[in-house]
């Protein structure tokens, strides 16, 4: 397969943005040929080693509608109410969107429902509740195949939402536990902390140095908008209907997501057998995806492998378990930057014309 897909970034200048853009411009079948950005008063260069980079293009925000036609898939980087703007003028001029943001993560029943639910977690009123619904979730391996044709994708544009940074971290590391019917929903307790970069690229006067060093700071205690997405998308995958206490923190790390994720033992599962059950979930939900890491906590491993510093930099999950009697320790680890945002959002344009999900992205390892 030779051929190269024209692909374009708008909002270059985030950190997502930024990190998408050093990928697809080492990607095989991917040909970065324009930025976007508000302010397009920079080169991709001045962010970027790669010596690609400088041949990219940067053009203001009011040049993409004039320009979309030409790209097969445009990544957008940008908040949701902008995606939410964007997205039906791309699709309209025929172009594949694949977006970063969460406006077109959290499906009503009804249009009406989906309205309500942004309204509720994140602030807006929805202007294209029909997208929403038609909208591929993109939570690989979960998602199966974004094109259904089996085939390189040359039909109708689609669009596909890439999951949350919390809502990979947490559902990566929960669905075989709900798949396998292991634990206690009732239980169930989620602790989940981000480095800043979480956040975004915007100055924030809780997001300066000299707030964030020292601390790890709860924040949206009990209203992120990442708890509905985790718990529609347990239904979805699982079949399951959860309703955990939930907790976000931010770390003083520029990248990285560490989730606990905390239950006893679903009655029926008997602790003498629990562990080979757990080993077999985490298996069968994980065969041939070679993206992540599977290994049981032992007192002498617990500190080498509950390591961010081994994570971040990498499109890889790291999944940690360990069983106490009938509780059970999970720990999801994973780059909030990229397999929380950029890389997924590579796996999703894998998926979208027919190449295996890890397509170069096995070659991210280590901190940046």
């Not at 939410?84 to 249009?111: C, N, Q, W, Y």
């Not at 003083?252 to 080993?279: F, K, M």
Request: overall charge neutral.
């Amino acid at each position: 397969m030779k051929h190269k897909y024209a692909t374009a970034i708008v909002g270059a200048r985030g950190y997502s943005g930024l990190e998408l853009a050093r990928i697809l411009l080492k990607h095989p079948h991917a040909q970065l040929t324009a930025c976007f950005a508000t302010d397009a008063d920079f080169a991709l260069s001045d962010y970027l080693s790669e010596s690609a980079a400088a041949a990219i293009p940067v053009f203001a925000m009011l040049e993409l509608e004039k320009m979309a036609a030409g790209f097969h898939t445009v990544f957008l980087a940008t908040p949701a109410e902008v995606s939410m703007e964007l997205a039906p003028k791309l699709l309209k001029a025929g172009a594949h969107v694949i977006d970063l943001s969460g406006a077109f993560r959290l499906k009503g029943k009804t249009p009406e429902q989906t309205i309500a639910l942004y309204k509720e977690w994140y602030g807006f009123e929805h202007s294209s509740p029909e997208l929403v619904a038609g909208a591929h979730y993109g939570l690989v391996p979960w998602s199966g195949p974004a094109n259904k044709a089996g085939k390189p994708s040359s039909s109708a544009p689609s669009l596909t939402a890439n999951p949350g940074c919390y809502a990979t971290s947490v559902l990566m590391g929960l669905l075989p536990l709900l798949k396998a019917g292991l634990i206690d929903t009732r239980t169930l307790v989620i602790d989940a902390k981000s480095g800043t970069t979480g956040a975004g690229r915007k100055a924030a006067e809780a997001l300066q140095f000299s707030e964030v060093a020292g601390e790890c700071l709860p924040y949206k205690i009990g209203s992120h908008q990442h708890f509905p997405e985790i718990c529609g998308y347990a239904a979805e995958f699982a079949a399951q209907t959860i309703d955990p206490l939930f907790s976000t923190h931010l770390m003083n790390t520029r990248r990285g997501i560490i989730s606990g994720i905390y239950a006893r033992l679903a009655s029926h599962v008997s602790p003498d057998t629990a562990a080979a059950q757990l080993a077999s979930a985490f298996a069968s939900a994980y065969d041939g995806y070679p993206l992540v890491k599977i290994s049981a906590l032992t007192a002498k491993n617990e500190r080498s492998e509950l390591s961010l510093k081994k994570v971040a930099g990498s499109a890889r999950v790291h999944l940690r378990h360990k069983l106490v009697g009938d509780k059970l320790y999970v720990f999801s680890l994973i780059d909030n930057l990229l397999k929380g945002a950029a890389s997924q959002a590579v796996e999703n344009f894998n998926r979208l014309v027919d190449l295996p999900v890890h397509t170069a992205l096995t070659e991210l390892e280590g901190i940046l």
